[in-house]
């Protein structure tokens, strides 16, 4: 049976299940592809270190060079990590002609533009299924599966540490913190869980399906991201009296001017909705196309199984590749799109909690800094309890752009009767 040589450069949870996988459902794949996906190099940083799967001697390395130089090495996987050091194998790899297979979402959303740029000139393919949502095959839904369909909207929970946290503090009534705590004891986030909680984790994976949905590389500079660590549990509680949960939500939109927006924040979004039931690590991504309709992909969003899935099923359209030269390289750019909507500019519906002395008139003095700003009230609620003489007054606001609401949160923060930053959070209906 013909086999097609890979090289993995990284060996952690991903890596090792990958190699795992490969070696476990060997006769599986072989019955499948018709030809044996062998793993002839692995670089590893620490080649003495203990490890539930120990690769063998005779293929390791500590260099990833040494993957992407070795002539029996037909594609390349890169799993280290990181930005600059995968830059630079990713580039090397193309201009010697390897097939390259990546999960690095960080890496492509930074640099995706180059990389893509020097895969067309080399006439290389990138594969990039597991860079996103784990093992739901999303990159190739959208690349392949809808190619009839204008992309209306995306809106997905693709980050599965920030909505074990808000799942837990809704079902069990824990504070951001004691939450967090939790899923990192049970294995769910890093000792260093800052991109999961800021909002960065799925701000990168939200760029690279709307730079695939929309035909041109958008920056960070261009998308809203705010994250989880400032919601309260009295936030969940007030939401859901209200009728709505909260979820890290990526958003990405498409209007009539064919402006996209793409933003990643702490959102209400009503209970009934399908998106407000997936909870714990679990992630999942609704997209609207013209010609497809609504769609739902659901699944485990990351770990070493729905990953190592992913990735062996980019290695098995790369071996394919191979065989058979493909005209598109991973990303198709055009302009049938203009540009990423000015944040100042993108229009949304509000939450608003503030902390207010409890007093007459206090009520109308909120409503009329709303008013001067064009904004509508369209429910408020205002819990009994006490602190320090003041109480919180909870008001739902119609739409509104991000620039009139950061004007209107300014002015409110002024109020004499206003005694705490107020909080803003945002509502999605799917209207």
Known sequence: MRQVGIGI???????AGVYKHLSGNRELLCERLGFELTVRRIALRDPNKPRPIQPPAEIVTTRWEDVVNDPNVQIVVELMGGIEEPLKL??????????VVTGNKALLAEHGKEIFRAAEQHRVPVFYEASVAGGIPIVKSIREAFVASHIRSIHGIINGTSNYILTRMAQAGLSFQEALREAQEAGFAEADPTLDINGWDAAHKAMILASLSYGFWMGACDILVEGIQDVTANDIRFAKQLGYTIKLLAIIKADEKREVEVRVHPTLIPSTHVLANVNGVFNAVAVHGDVVGETLFYGRGAGQDPTASAVISDLAEAAIAL?????????????????????DEIVSQYYLRLCVIDRPGVLAEVAGVLAEFQIGISSVIQ????????????LMLHDATHKQMCQAVDRLSQLSCVKKT??????????
Not at 90 to 99: P, Q
Not at 329 to 336: A, K, R, S, V
Not at 422 to 431: A, K, N, Q
């Open 9 to 15: 450069a990284g060996f952690g949870t991903v890596g």
């Open 90 to 99: 990713v580039m090397a790899a193309i201009r010697k002609g390897k097939i």
């Open 383 to 394: 819990p009994e309890a006490h602190i320090d003489e003041a109480t919180a007054l909870v």
């Open 323 to 343: 065989e058979s030269p493909r005209a598109q390289y991973g990303f198709t750019p055009h302009d049938l799109y203009g540009s990423c909507k000015p944040i």
């Open 422 to 431: 107020p909080r803003l959070l945002r509502v999605e209906t799917f209207s």
